[in-house]
């Protein structure tokens, strides 16, 4: 049983987690954290959501399964575990991907989904050890795809946009063509402006956010 | 304690004194451009820096700063030095959107006038050099022109092409250009950097004026004798050889106009003259080994990087020499 004031608390202390993931200290962004794929691989709208999906898949399971278990595990034997869980999903994820998605995409990202794997295993054994909650984790998680998902979802429509007119696939009716776009220049002025933007709105969605988690205290 | 130099935040910007003689170059390289080809360069220089400019204005206005530092000129010397590389047959939207690059990405994210850590004109020629080097590279041949069309486009025109000067060292070819020729800029290339003597005399002038220093121009110029004397790249005479080179692509023009911009190159004379070095050195191998036949502007990419580090480590250099200098002396008295 718990009363509204304790709802109300919870959601505003979760809402302020997954923005905080997802916007204030984006994992891209602001970290700095899996910067390669979207360099490289983030060239059409398809390669960005099948990267974020493959991060979702990777990322909660694996944040989840740390809040749960890892405590009980020894220190010592935590990387292990981890780098093993995060290797077998992937491994699957990336089974799936080439046998039921396609392997027409699969063979185009092949070298990313590791990378981003290792990315984001790093920013969980920094990150996680102060949640406790297993909601926490997976909101924390959650927020963490997202942030990452609209960096490289963004990035990749527009630079497909630019580079052959179309987006997902479907052309769009102008001509206008700039191959040189799928070099990395376009993609880190990209990613600078971006972060630009969000340095400047920072403070004020944290702000926002401080507040009302004080205020359903 | 001696005060240091600042490394990053450059507050020294051109004066409306500086900016007016930089300005100036428009002239001359306008009207040797405008004998030779006809209305269409101007139309290139105006428009690029009519772009460059109203670029600029946008950027204040969405940064709130004061439109007044449109006013002072130094966007327009971006837009200017940009349609100066231009060839005389390019499109028009071609050096506009190089200049709106340049201020856009260059220049304003980092603080407008007196901030920007790279060169602003430099990085607009180099992404039009990246994207579109087809039509920054092919130029109408000198001889056969006396008006190029003002249309939009001249492509299929019927305007007779040539190999540019640096195409054709790059080449191995045996250019057929005399000596003289080589002086007056009478071959196909770039709007503005063909023109050795009027670059020349135009840099002996903003040398007289102390818009330019010489302790970065002199150093480049000799470094890049001295790496064309090294490296021949023709089987000629050495001397027109070196004279070759040093006409071909940007060099010259990369010397008189983007190694000497005051934001972005050092202000300790050391410093200055390293620069100068480290530049003819990447200029001179870009030239040579480049992907395309003029990468100056990458170079100028690369030096500018280096410049903070440069002028403080020169400083620092100076500095520890001095002191030396002096507590030796002061022991000797001492003795």
Not at chain 1, 163 to 176: A, N, Q
Not at chain 1, 197 to 216: G, N, T, Y
Not at chain 2, 88 to 97: A, G, N, R, S, T
Not at chain 2, 208 to 234: I, Q
Request: charged share 10%; proline share 5%.
């Amino acid at each position: 049983m718990s009363k509204p004031n304790t709802t109300r608390r919870h959601l505003w202390r979760n809402t302020h987690l997954f923005v905080e993931n997802a916007v204030t200290n984006n994992i891209v962004l602001i970290q700095a954290l899996g910067l390669c794929p979207i360099i490289a691989a983030g060239v059409s709208l398809q390669n960005g959501v099948a990267l974020t999906a493959c991060t979702a898949v990777v990322l909660i399971p694996l944040s989840l399964f740390i809040a749960l278990v890892g405590n009980w595990l020894p220190k010592w034997l935590r990387p292990v575990v981890y780098v093993l869980l995060a290797s077998l999903l992937l491994v699957a994820t990336a089974y799936v991907l080439e046998t039921y998605v396609s392997a027409e995409l699969f063979a185009k990202l092949h070298m990313f989904i590791p990378l981003m794997a290792v990315n984001m295993l790093y920013m969980r054994s920094v990150g996680v050890s102060s949640i406790i909650n297993p909601i926490g984790t997976v909101v924390d998680a959650l927020g963490s795809t997202v942030g990452f998902g609209v960096v490289i979802c963004s990035i990749s429509a527009l630079r497909e946009m630019a580079i052959s007119g179309t987006i997902w696939g479907i052309p769009l009716e102008y001509d206008v063509a700039l191959p040189e776009v799928a070099s990395p220049f376009a993609a880190f002025i990209l990613l600078g402006f971006m972060a630009a933007v969000l340095q400047w709105s920072r403070q004020r969605i944290s702000a926002f956010f401080h507040r009302k988690e004080a205020e359903s205290e | 304690m001696s005060k240091m130099l600042a490394p990053h935040i450059r507050t020294e910007a051109r004066t409306g004194r500086m900016t007016m003689d930089v300005l100036l170059a428009a002239i001359p390289l306008g009207l040797f451009s405008f004998v030779n080809y006809g209305m269409r360069p101007v139309f290139i220089l105006l428009l690029s820096v009519l772009a460059a400019v109203v670029t600029e204005a946008f950027c204040c206005m969405v940064g709130r700063r004061r439109l007044r530092t449109v006013l002072d000129g130094s966007a327009a010397i971006t837009g200017l030095l940009i349609g100066l590389v231009m060839s005389p047959m390019v499109d028009y939207w071609v050096p506009m959107l190089g200049s709106a690059f340049a201020i856009i990405v260059a220049k304003a994210p980092f603080g407008g006038t007196g901030r920007n850590v790279f060169n602003p004109a430099a990085a607009g020629i180099a992404i039009l050099t990246y994207c579109f080097p087809l039509r920054m590279f092919t130029y109408p041949a000198i001889s056969n022109v006396s008006n190029l069309p003002i249309g939009m486009t001249v492509a299929d025109q019927g305007v007779i092409t040539e190999l540019s000067l640096a195409a054709q060292l790059q080449a191995g070819a045996t250019p057929s250009i005399t000596r003289l020729q080589l002086l007056l800029g009478d071959f196909a290339g770039p709007i503005g950097s063909t023109a050795a003597l009027i670059l020349l005399a135009f840099l002996g002038y903003l040398l007289v004026r102390r818009t330019v220093s010489a302790w970065v121009v002199l150093p480049y110029l000799c470094t890049c004798a001295l790496m064309a004397w090294l490296f021949p790249m023709t089987n000629l005479n050495p001397s027109y050889d070196i004279m070759a080179q040093l006409c071909a692509g940007y060099v010259l023009f990369t010397g008189v106009f983007l190694l000497n911009d005051p934001v972005t190159a050092p202000r300790f004379w050391l410093g200055r003259l390293f620069y100068g070095i480290l530049a003819g050195i990447l200029v001179m191998t870009l030239q040579r080994i480049g992907r395309v036949e003029a990468g100056s502007c990458f170079a100028i990419l690369l030096v500018n990087a280096f410049s903070p580090i440069v002028d403080r480590w020169s400083w620092h250099f100076c500095h520890w020499l001095t002191r030396k200098r002096r507590i030796r002396r002061e022991v000797k008295a001492h003795e």
